[in-house]
């Protein structure tokens, strides 16, 4: 298993541009949440979906957007990046039933956003 | 709304020492969780601690939680150089939404 995998690694965009992050697992989770981390502020959920076709807000939705078509993949749009994204990205997934049995989060390996 | 705070934010430890993290959150949870980030690196699980009074320990490290007092804590024992990393703890909020505490950057010298 792959686990989850995130891409780009890298990127830098120019204020205004618009770009997705991918995000996919080989888990069958139906859980996957996308976080930013900025420096001293630990993890923000930005959206996250709890199944294919089902999409909810986090903490910090606000010049993202979300959709899951498929349970492998959660991709993240940026409308228009604005230099308060400069972040890095991080996509996790778990199986769905929180609950019960106390699952642990999987996290990606991250996408460092630069926007200028 | 739910606020996450650990403390302390740095931690510089000697080998050998013993020291306890704290993490308090401001509304009613049961679900507490515990990350190690190296720099430059993604998150690991460490713990799941799924209800009141539970505690769980990996080599150096035990996590316990009190529901009641709204309080999770990491505790060292004799500390090594290779638990340095920032340390996380989360809480799960409305079933689906989880709250991060801001880290603590714990450094182990010889």
């Known amino acids: 298993n792959a686990g989850v995998t995130q891409t780009p690694k890298f990127q830098v965009l120019k204020t205004g541009q618009s770009m997705t992050l991918q995000c996919a697992q080989d888990?069958?989770?139906?859980?996957m949440s996308w976080y930013r981390q900025d420096p001293g502020m630990g993890l923000r959920l930005i959206h996250y979906?709890?199944?294919?076709?089902?999409?909810d807000q986090g903490e910090v939705p606000n010049g993202y957007n979300v959709s899951r078509s498929t349970t492998e993949d959660f991709p993240l749009r940026l409308l228009s990046a604005a230099p308060s994204q400069t972040s890095v990205y991080f996509c996790?997934?778990?199986?769905?039933?929180?609950?019960?049995?106390?699952?642990?989060?999987?996290f990606g390996p991250g996408t460092r956003l630069t926007v200028t | 709304e739910l606020k996450v705070e650990q403390n302390p934010l740095f931690l510089s430890m000697q080998e050998g020492k013993n020291y306890t993290i704290y993490c308090n959150y401001s509304?009613?949870?049961?679900?507490l969780y515990w990350y190690r980030q190296d720099p430059g690196k993604s998150l690991e699980s460490l713990f799941v601690?799924?209800?009141?009074?539970a505690v769980k320990q990996e080599g150096r490290l035990m996590a316990s939680l009190d529901t009641k007092a709204r309080l999770s804590t990491l505790h060292i024992t004799a500390a090594v150089h290779d638990l340095s990393a920032t340390y996380f703890c989360a809480v799960l909020y409305n079933n689906n939404d989880m709250r991060f505490g801001a880290g603590t950057r714990l450094t182990v010298k010889p």
């Open positions: 509304t009613t949870s049961d679900r």
């Open positions: 996790a997934s778990s199986h769905s039933v929180w609950r019960l049995g106390g699952y642990e989060q999987y």
């Open positions: 601690l799924l209800s009141n009074g």
């Open positions: 979906s709890v199944g294919a076709g089902i999409t």
């Open positions: 888990m069958n989770h139906e859980y």
